[in-house]
């Protein structure tokens, strides 16, 4: 049982370049998220879906998208990455709302 | 809007009980309480989650006064392995995750 898996683990983009990061869960959950994590500053939520062909705005959506287009994973987009992109990024999914969230190892992204 | 305030770090010593308190104004009544774990190139591991009065569970303790401005975090007798970071959430109901910048704690030997 793997829980939460996030592709790729690490990446190095040059500013203006687009990528793709996948975030897969095999726990059949409803609820997924995109959040990034920068020093001192906690987790800010990015997207979330609450179900299949479903996705929403969270805190700081500015320059990234999402799909939703399989329950198993979550698609989250940058267009044209640029430097204060820079960040870990977690996905993290849960059976309903108000319950415990499974939370992937992250992708470490440098926008240079 | 809701915010959460945690202490940025804190020491103790194996065998004594933590305590670590997230200050979290205008919360409405049925917004959730959650207490995450952290080590370091890791995910957030979830410990707790309440939102009245006392939790425990094999862990943790998770103590929410009555005026619900704040929450407590009790670890019983830490470890080592529990030198990490604590990370507070509020869930508004609305879908608002708001996180506290995180508690760093050190266990000493």
């Known amino acids: 049982n793997a829980g939460v898996t996030q592709t790729p683990k690490f990446r190095v983009l040059k500013t203006g370049q687009s990528m793709t990061l996948l975030c897969a869960q095999d726990m059949n959950h409803e609820y997924m998220y995109w959040y990034r994590q920068d020093p001192g500053m906690g987790l800010r939520l990015i997207h979330y879906?609450?179900?299949?062909?479903?996705?929403a705005k969270g805190e700081v959506p500015d320059g990234y998208n999402v799909s939703r287009l399989k329950k198993q994973n979550f698609l989250l987009g940058l267009e044209s990455a640029a430097p204060s992109q820079t960040s870990v990024y977690f996905c993290a999914s849960s059976s309903r709302q108000y319950t415990e969230a499974f939370f992937g190892q992250g992708t470490r992204l440098t926008v240079v | 809007l809701a915010k959460t305030t945690q202490p940025i770090s804190m020491d103790s010593y194996e065998g004594q009980e933590v305590n670590i308190t997230c200050s979290h104004n205008?919360?409405?009544?049925?917004?959730?309480i959650t207490w995450y774990q952290q080590f370091p190139s890791q995910g957030p591991r979830f410990i707790i989650q309440g939102y009245k009065t006392k939790v425990t569970n094999e862990v943790a303790s998770l103590f929410i006064p009555a005026d619900r401005k704040s929450s407590t975090l009790s670890l019983p007798r830490v470890s080592l392995s529990d030198t990490a970071v604590y990370y507070c959430?509020?869930?508004?109901?609305?879908?608002?995750?708001?996180w506290g910048a995180g508690t760093k704690l050190i266990i000493k030997p």
């Open positions: 959430l509020v869930e508004v109901s609305n879908y608002q995750l708001i």
């Open positions: 205008n919360i409405a009544t049925n917004d959730y």
């Open positions: 879906s609450v179900g299949e062909g479903t996705t």
